[in-house]
T-cell receptor, first 113, second 113 residues
Framework: QQQVKQSPQSLIVQKGGISIINCAYE??????FPWYQQFPGKGPALLIA?????SEKKEGRFTISFNKSAKQFSLHIMDSQPGDSATYFC????????????FGDGTTLTVKP | GAGVSQSPSNKVTEKGKDVELRCDPI?????LYWYRQSLGQGLEFLIY????????KSGLPSDRFSAERTGGSVSTLTIQRTQQEDSAVYLC???????????FGSGTRLTVV
């Protein structure tokens, strides 16, 4: 099963709050988990990615938490800003198998001033 | 160029006509992907090219869809006898190594009327 399930579909957060987006996967062969950020009219842009050998990766205000046993990973955006308002996609791929990514359905984040 | 370039940015076509969408990947990127994004939906994998290997066409929705990549660089996605359900944003991405951190273009918005 190549499906990646993402939730919530939409999220509204106050400025300065924490935004949390969750993804779950089925295929235990997945070994690369990126998150992409997409603004209207633009293609998705790589935000941050994690391999399953670590449980957490942080880059600035963005953190990925990874739970291998639960087959879940999440994106946390600390001190959310209105400029973070965008659609976020999680993805999963198998790097040794050409790496074509399976994407979640996306989460539309709105950060209110 | 510095990024992935797609043309045209917008295409309106009549049902039954053929269309060609072009993707110019980042120089040196050996992997090239086509995805389709319908309104409010996630990214649907279409086809993947890696170097000189045979392409992975497993995501093409019907035999009306085809793609080629010439000289390991520019790619063209062709949709024959377009249908209204083909209306979507077609995104191209490339990566230096298959699966690790795609760079997406801004997409071609196809509208079939």
């Amino acid at each position: 099963q190549q499906q990646v399930k993402q939730s919530p579909q939409s999220l509204i957060v106050q400025k300065g709050g924490i935004s949390i987006i969750n993804c779950a996967y089925e295929n235990t062969a997945f070994d690369y988990f990126p998150w992409y950020q997409q603004f209207p009219g633009k293609g998705p842009a790589l935000l941050i990615a994690i391999r399953p050998d670590v449980s957490e990766k942080k880059e600035g205000r963005f953190t990925i938490s990874f739970n291998k046993s639960a087959k879940q990973f999440s994106l946390h955006i600390m001190d959310s800003q209105p400029g973070d308002s965008a659609t976020y996609f999680c993805a999963a791929s198998i790097l040794t198998n050409a790496g074509k990514s399976t994407f979640g359905d996306g989460t539309t984040l709105t950060v209110k001033p | 160029g510095a990024g992935v370039s797609q043309s045209p940015s917008n295409k309106v076509t009549e049902k039954g006509k053929d269309v060609e969408l072009r993707c110019d990947p980042i120089s040196g990127h050996t992997a090239l992907y086509w995805y389709r994004q319908s309104l409010g939906q996630g990214l649907e994998f279409l086809i993947y090219f890696q170097g000189n290997s045979a392409p992975d066409k497993s995501g093409l929705p019907s035999d009306r869809f085809s793609a080629e990549r010439t000289g390991g660089s520019v790619s063209t996605l062709t949709i024959q006898r377009t249908q209204q359900e083909d209306s979507a944003v077609y995104l191209c991405a490339s990566s230096f190594h298959g699966g690790v951190g795609y760079t997406f273009g801004s997409g071609t918005r196809l509208t079939v009327v």
